[in-house]
């Protein structure tokens, strides 16, 4: 069974800095994009970031380029996001998820497998 599993969420304030964490379990995932979403209260699922298998290709939504950066570790069927100078507007459930057909998108219809999330919340 696949699983994902968030980790690092919590209470910010503005202009703080938090790591999140993404673990995967059920199968191997060094050949996947692995790729983080989040979803603020009354809207629809924002596309974060994205990272190919190998690590050397990232890209980002545009309201957290310059600000995070994800990045993976295939030893340890991890993925991480650093989120710096956080705003408010960054306040989010973010959830990791997984695009085993290489499609590298941006929408959630490209991504096959999803944790359950952690909140992130940043005051200001």
């Known amino acids: 069974q696949v699983q994902l599993v968030e980790s690092g969420g919590g209470l910010v304030q503005a202009g703080d800095s938090l790591r999140l964490s993404c673990t995967a379990s059920g199968r191997a995932f060094s050949r996947d994009i692995m790729g983080w979403f989040r979803q603020a209260p009354g809207k629809e699922r924002e596309f974060v970031a994205a990272v190919s298998w190998t690590g050397g290709t990232t890209f980002y939504g545009d309201s957290v380029k310059g600000r995070f950066t994800i990045s993976r570790d295939n030893a340890k069927n991890t993925a991480y996001l650093q989120m710096n100078s956080l705003k408010p507007e960054d306040t989010a459930v973010y959830y990791c998820?997984?695009?085993?057909?290489?499609?590298?998108?941006?929408?959630?219809?490209?991504?096959?497998?999803w944790g359950r999330g952690t909140q992130v919340t940043v005051s200001s």
């Open positions: 998820a997984v695009d085993s057909r290489l499609r590298f998108g941006k929408r959630t219809s490209d991504y096959d497998f």
